[in-house]
């Protein structure tokens, strides 16, 4: 009985709060230390570019570091929600930590707005009207690449991959469109950083194409012993093995491979080379497609923002799922899932005067969505 | 030597009774999520009083404890997905039905950590000093990968569970309540340490600890007694495991890591190796510095590891140890 | 599976194991002289890597990046033994592990605060890109020939070192009967200083070799400390020896057990479980291997009884 006073209380302090200044509160969850924190910060920086461009000053954001462990960010969710009442909770990189946050803050009628990741599990059976995907789903850049590779007459492909979900989504993804065989599908240690025996099965293995998931350091690892062992087979993936801040590190090792994403430095969209100019102006340095993405989160938030009141919660979410918004990577709507409608390029890694970075060779996927919408009732 | 335990005796109190106000004040004041931020610690305080066991009175350095941790957080994980996903655990050759009831999850999360400390006792137990240290760190290193790649329950990914488990009589999802809830299974281990402490049991593992010959020479056997003390400690490790799965409603591989022994550990030496309140403490001031030094900068584990370096290098048996003196066990 | 291939695997393993030797080797001494655990050599392994990466970022010259990281490894080793770690020798292993976990933390943030968040570059030497020809018609990587090169000529200087000088007599005193160097006059505080500035300066070497064929970033040193933690206690803590075996032995079963495993399985399985479980299996494979050999031995190969 008390307990049930208490919270009747603290939801009349709430809506006075929410009354007395028409604002709205973002939670950000996202990865600041530790090995993985250059993605967060991209992420981080780019949404806040998008906020403060915007000129709304009535938007107020939280920002708190996960250590990329899935226990914190589930406790900072519980503190967005519980202590400060924030309306949106945004920011998480890695798709076990979203995994572990978003049904629940969702199934608490918050907001969540996807800005990297995206597990199959929220695609499909856990998909939820208040869960926003504004990155990508797992499989998207994989399905474009399978379809691509079949295109342009790859009969055999050599498969690698770290053994945990998202590595197996992955695949998957590859598999889904791709028509010819897969000589080799290899599963490697989680943080793996030595790749020689694998570069030695790649060497004896009859396929055509190597094909590989290895995010972070795992696939600056791989691309460097790769180029000083000899094998001569052409090298694909998805963008994360080849992002700006990941090319650095390999240098000129990486060039010529291919990899797919739906947003380059050099894309042709409306706005684009604006953001990647007052990015660099701002941060002093490239923007990655994390980056983009945090901005183009921001973005659709101010957008949102700009349509309805936060705390009516069906028109802010029919505001959401307008998309208006005009997205770094050209055209962009949300599907009935509330996953992204979007192009996926295929690009290539090319030097740049001495920078090494991408280059857009064309489009490998038209209006991609992703392949678990029939699975979700909502 | 009266004086001194008084005087620990006193800060205990204080420790108890900030336990019990704590949260009250955070009910009062409407802060729900210092009740979770408190729930936190008493759960860790609950894991590291279990490895206080084995540390603290047997002399057992074990780096592998997240097994434990990780093991009761799968039983929970485990039992509760089937309950939610309506299928069951096994089918053969008996069937066994998920559940979302808390005594019974936690009773097979101590009986299984129980039982894998068991195997792992008899195994590692054969060693000794740094080689136990780092032989229990593969056992945990083993079932960290093979919880990576185990894909019927969700591999890296972990497994959500969307409503917390019930408690007959008690509405676990309202913060307080579990709260209260996790802190009386704490204070039933700690009287369960006391007791142990003083027993005949724990006299002899003390003991062998030290002098290992002299209870040989009376008839006992070392091995059993650090057998006996591992499987309690692991037990009761292996509860809080099962605590704090149901706390962020979330059990994943990184339950398993060695960070995760080693955080243990750390709060164990922070509060004072066999102090009763030791982990207590230990425990209580780690969840809090973490959640304050993480909004000072992103680079705040600088402060943390420059605090935990002074903490070793200059307060004598822990901060217990720094405010009570030197207690009666340890050195 | 062909021969060349067996064989191609098999010095992959060697490499590996002869890397983790360089990591091993100062740990090991470090242990066995002064007594001391010390969690914070992967940092040193680190300092190594991005003391390299930033010198050779700056001059360009592999060569002075591999100084930069003996350098750098072994003033932070002073340093750090100056300012803590002596404080620490006469402390039990539970005060060591918390103080050099502390240090774990302070290094890897503050490297994060120097050189930002992102890996940095570093690359092989020009003239060691690209395979060689061995006998049999085997193309391997030059740079990876030349790490189980290098690894082997430190380690043969390391049991010269050891065998033959005043220092390594004093070093091998130091193990046995710490009283005794005291009594014999020798400076125990320079002897220890140095002891730990050699193993920091393998440490660093290590990283600044292996980083080039890897990725420089924060947090590189923990893996390869519980690596090298495991290799000294399969070979017996204290024993150069037995790290040299124990980091061979690590580094074959690793590589070995990820080729053969999946394959193994694909026997009575079919293909995607077998590389699944596979691949489970050879991810514990070196654990399995510590557990067993300290379950047969408990003191390690060719550690001290106790």
Not at chain 1, 174 to 190: A, I, N, Q, S, W
Not at chain 2, 111 to 117: E, G, I, L, M, R
Not at chain 2, 130 to 141: C, D, E
Request: glycine fraction near 12%.
């Amino acid at each position: 009985m008390k307990f049930a006073k208490t919270l009747a209380l603290t939801a009349a302090l709430g809506a006075l709060a929410s009354g007395a200044a028409a604002e709205m509160k973002i939670g950000m969850i996202t990865t600041l230390s530790g090995g993985g924190a250059g993605l967060g910060i991209d992420v981080r920086d780019g949404f806040m570019l998008a906020i403060e461009q915007s000129g709304r000053d009535d938007i107020e954001v939280v920002i708190e570091d996960d250590q990329r462990k899935p226990d914190i960010a589930v406790q900072l969710a519980d503190k967005m929600v519980q202590s400060e009442k924030v309306d949106v909770l945004t920011g998480i990189i890695w798709s076990n930590l979203a995994m572990a946050v978003v049904p629940a803050v969702t199934a608490q009628g918050k907001f969540y707005l996807s800005p990297n990741a995206g597990p199959s599990a929220l695609a499909g059976k856990g998909c939820h009207p208040n869960y926003f995907n504004v990155s990508w789903q797992n499989d998207a850049f994989n399905e474009a690449a399978g379809t691509w590779a079949s295109e342009n007459g790859i009969g055999k492909v050599f498969l690698m991959a770290p053994n945990y979900p998202a590595g197996k989504d992955m695949i998957a993804g590859f598999k889904r469109f791709f028509k010819g065989d897969v000589t080799e599908e290899v599963y490697t240690k989680l943080g793996q950083t030595d790749y020689a025996a694998e570069i030695a099965q790649i060497k004896a293995s009859e396929a055509d194409l190597v094909y590989y998931f290895l995010p972070g350091g795992m696939g600056i690892s791989f691309m460097k012993q790769y180029a000083g062992s000899g094998a001569e087979k052409s090298v694909m993936g998805p963008a994360f093995s080849f992002d700006q801040g990941i090319l650095g590190a390999i240098g000129e090792a990486a060039l010529g491979v291919k990899n797919t994403s739906h947003w380059s430095k050099d894309l042709d969209a409306p706005g684009n080379a604006d953001f990647v100019a007052s990015f660099q102006e701002k941060y002093g340095r490239l923007p990655s497609l994390y980056a983009a993405q945090g901005f183009d989160t921001g973005l659709l938030l101010a957008s949102a923002a700009g349509k309805a009141d936060v705390a009516d919660a069906d028109a802010f979410r029919a505001a959401l799922k307008e998309a208006d918004f005009q997205s770094v990577r050209g055209d962009f709507a949300f599907g009935a899932n509330n996953h992204p409608i979007q192009n996926i390029y295929m690009r290539e890694v090319v030097k740049e005067g001495d920078v090494v970075t991408n280059k857009v060779l064309g489009v490998a996927a038209t209006d991609h969505t992703d392949a678990y919408g029939g699975d979700c009732k909502m | 030597m009266t004086r001194r335990l008084t005087r620990e005796g006193l800060l205990n109190l204080a420790v108890l009774a900030g336990l019990v106000i704590l949260p009250l004040w955070a009910l009062w004041a409407d802060e729900p999520f210092t009740i979770t931020l408190a729930t936190r610690a008493v759960v860790l305080a609950l894991a590291a009083v279990g490895l206080n066991i084995a540390l603290g009175i047997g002399g057992l350095v074990s780096l592998g404890h997240a097994v434990f941790f990780g093991i009761g957080g799968y039983a929970m994980g485990i039992l509760a997905h089937h309950a939610q996903t309506y299928t069951s655990v096994m089918e053969w050759p008996f069937v066994i039905e998920g559940t979302k009831n808390m005594p019974i999850i936690w009773l097979v999360a101590t009986v299984v950590s129980a039982f894998a400390a068991f195997l792992i006792g008899l195994l590692s137990l054969r060693t000794s000093g740094v080689y136990f240290i780092m032989i229990t760190l593969a056992f945990g290193q083993m079932f960290f990968y093979f919880a990576i790649s185990w894909s019927e329950y969700g591999g890296e990914d972990g497994l959500s569970i969307y409503v917390r488990n019930s408690f007959p009589g008690l509405n676990t999802l309202v913060p307080i309540q579990f709260y209260g809830l996790c802190l009386a299974i704490l204070l039933a281990a700690l009287a369960l340490y006391s007791a142990l402490m003083r027993s005949p049991f724990g006299l002899a593992l003390n003991a062998a600890r030290q002098v290992p010959e002299r209870v040989r020479a009376v008839g006992l056997d070392p091995f059993r007694l650090r057998l006996v003390a591992f499987v309690i400690s692991g037990a009761i490790t292996g509860l809080a495991g099962a605590l704090f799965a149901d706390l962020n409603r979330f059990v994943s591989p990184t339950m398993f890591s060695w960070q995760l022994s080693g955080e243990l550990i750390v709060f164990i030496i922070i509060g004072g190796v066999a102090r009763l309140f030791g982990p207590v403490v230990g425990a209580a001031l780690f969840v809090a510095l973490e959640h304050w030094l993480g909004g000072l900068s992103d680079y705040w584990h600088i402060y943390l590891g420059a605090l935990l370096l002074l903490i070793v290098l200059f307060g004598r048996g822990g901060l217990i140890g720094m405010f009570a003196g030197r207690g009666k066990i340890h050195d | 599976m062909s021969t060349i291939l067996i064989i191609e695997q098999l010095l992959n393993g060697l490499q590996f194991g002869v890397m983790l030797f360089l990591m091993a080797a100062g740990l090991t001494l470090i242990f066995g002289v002064m007594g001391l655990i010390n969690l914070a050599h992967g940092s040193l392994y680190m300092i190594g890597a991005f003391c390299a990466a930033a010198a050779a970022g700056l001059t360009g010259s592999f060569a002075l990046g591999l100084v930069a990281a003996l350098a750098g490894a072994a003033i932070a080793g002073v340093l750090v033994e100056l300012i803590v770690i002596r404080r620490l020798y006469d402390k039990d292993h539970l005060d060591q592990v918390l103080a050099t976990f502390a240090l774990i933390l302070i290094f890897s943030e503050g490297t994060r605060w120097i050189f930002g968040s992102f890996p940095l570059f570093l690359d092989i030497p020009a003239a060691l890109s690209g395979p060689v020809a061995l006998p049999g018609g085997i193309q391997y990587p030059a740079y990876r020939l030349a790490l189980i090169v290098a690894g082997l000529i430190v380690a043969a200087g390391l049991f010269l070192l050891i065998s033959r000088t005043r220092i390594g007599i004093q070093i091998r005193a130091g193990e046995n009967d710490r009283e005794m160097i005291a009594a014999l006059g020798v400076d125990i505080d320079r002897l220890y200083t140095f002891v730990f500035a050699l193993g920091a300066a393998l440490a660093g070497l290590a990283g600044a070799l292996v980083g080039a064929i890897q990725s420089v970033q924060v947090g590189m040193g923990e893996p390869v400390l519980i690596l090298a933690f495991v290799v000294i206690v399969i070979g017996g803590i204290g024993s150069v020896k037995g790290a040299l075996i124990g980091a061979v032995l690590v580094g074959l079963t690793d590589t070995l057990g990820k080729i053969f495993l999946p394959q193994l399985f694909a026997l009575f399985m079919d293909p995607a479980a077998a590389n699944q479980t596979g691949a489970s299996l050879a991810s514990m494979s070196i654990y399995v291997l510590m557990a067993l050999v300290l379950i047969w031995r408990p003191t390690g190969l060719f550690g001290a009884r106790a």
